[in-house]
């Protein structure tokens, strides 16, 4: 089964990679400059020229301030490319999973996001990605959209890596504690593509396909986030880095963030009885092999 996955160099695409690889399954990305999903005309050869069998399409522009002011090429990148992508699954007779963002919600909701709540971004990234998930139900019924959130890895750019970054040089890093997320692994949201676009290719039944949620189990604030990488660091030791909680007003940013947007993943769990592990547990493996150290084990 040939498995293509749009993107080079990102988190998901190269974290598929990766798994895809051990598993002994065949993973061909399509990325720059063989393909500029800001230009649909560029897609189809290359796409077709792959000879999938299943499309995870998981590049996107991902630059969530930069967009407020690239509003146009967002849109292209992650609306019409997207559309594209599925005119052309469509074409082949063959599923697309797509990947898509928490940050399609506007973040009022007291509890998590089912997949039935009604989107409201509140930036122009959440704007661009819902507008691809539009696209995509309009081209093919035989799609799988995966929102999932937060996501790191020990790949690209990522919250982490930030914070080791930023760590490196301060004793002490200021952090909203008022937005509630739920920080997902690149690797286990591999695991779960992998094994998702299995199941489309051998099973038609529609109740596979659809919008769903997908995310590390638990939640945290980025606040709550950035002390954990600190005490995974500092358990391989790394520098004691502090973290102050501070409001969303004190870090004043282009793009507006939803203040919650922490997600179900029920639906996942009934449909493809598949759960993504505890976002601690992953991060533990980031920091691992991000450090080259593994954590003491606790007596
Ligand atoms: N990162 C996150 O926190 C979250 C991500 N998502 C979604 O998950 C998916 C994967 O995210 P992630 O792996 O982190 O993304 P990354 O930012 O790590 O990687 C994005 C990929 O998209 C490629 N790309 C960007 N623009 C274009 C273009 N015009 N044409 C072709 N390829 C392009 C990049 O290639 P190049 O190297 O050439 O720039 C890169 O390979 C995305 O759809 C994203 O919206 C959802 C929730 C959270
Ligand atoms: C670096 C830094 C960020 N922050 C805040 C800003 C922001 O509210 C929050 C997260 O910052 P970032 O800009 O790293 O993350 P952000 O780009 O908002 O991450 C988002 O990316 C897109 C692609 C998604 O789809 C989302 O799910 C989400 O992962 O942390 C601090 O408070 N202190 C800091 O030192």
Same mark, same amino acid.
């Given at each position: ?14 974290? $598929?990679?990766?798994? /895809?690889?051990?598993? /002994? ?8 400059? *063989? ?6 005309? +560029? ?36 609306? *019409? ?72 890895? %020990?790949?690209?750019? @990522?919250?982490?890596? +930030?914070?080791?970054?930023? /760590? *490196?040089?301060?004793?002490?890093? @200021? ?7 739920? %920080? ?35 939640? =945290? ?9 600190? *005490? ?7 520098? $004691?880095?502090?973290? @102050? ?19 179900? /993943? ?24 991000? =450090? ?8």
């Amino acid at each position: 089964m040939r498995i293509v996955v749009t993107g080079k160099e990102g988190q998901v695409d190269t974290a $598929a990679q990766a798994l /895809g690889e051990s598993l /002994g399954l065949e993973i061909i990305r399509v990325g720059r400059p *063989e393909i500029d999903l800001s230009k649909p005309e +560029t897609l189809s050869g290359p796409m077709k020229a792959a000879r999938p069998d299943v499309i995870i399409s998981s590049a996107a522009y991902t630059a969530v301030d930069k967009a407020e002011s690239e509003a146009a090429l967002a849109q292209a990148i992650n609306g *019409e490319g997207p559309g594209e992508l599925a005119k052309i699954a469509a074409e082949l007779n063959i599923p697309l999973l797509h990947l898509s963002t928490d940050y399609v919600f506007s973040g009022d909701k007291d509890g998590v996001y089912s997949e039935g709540d009604a989107p409201g971004p509140v930036s122009v990234y959440g704007m661009t990605k819902l507008s691809g998930e539009t696209q995509i139900a309009a081209a093919t019924p035989n799609h799988v959209i995966l929102r999932t959130a937060w996501v790191y890895s %020990p790949y690209g750019n @990522n919250f982490v890596k +930030t914070m080791l970054r930023l /760590g *490196e040089t301060r004793d002490e890093l @200021n952090v909203v504690a008022d937005q509630r997320g739920c %920080p997902t692994y690149a690797l286990e949201i591999a695991r779960a593509l992998l094994l998702i676009a299995q199941k489309l290719v051998a099973d038609p039944d529609p109740a596979l396909r659809g919008i769903f949620h997908l995310t590390g189990q638990g939640e =945290t604030t980025w606040a709550g986030f950035a002390e954990a990488i600190f *005490e995974g660091s500092a358990l391989r030791g790394g520098k $004691a880095v502090r973290v @102050n909680p501070i409001p969303t007003e004190a870090y004043p940013t282009p793009a507006k963030r939803p203040a919650n947007s922490r997600l179900s /993943g029920e639906k996942l769990a009934e449909v493809y009885n598949l759960r993504l592990d505890p976002w601690r547990v992953s991060l533990d493996d980031c920091l691992t092999r991000l =450090t080259g150290v593994a954590a003491p084990v606790k007596e």
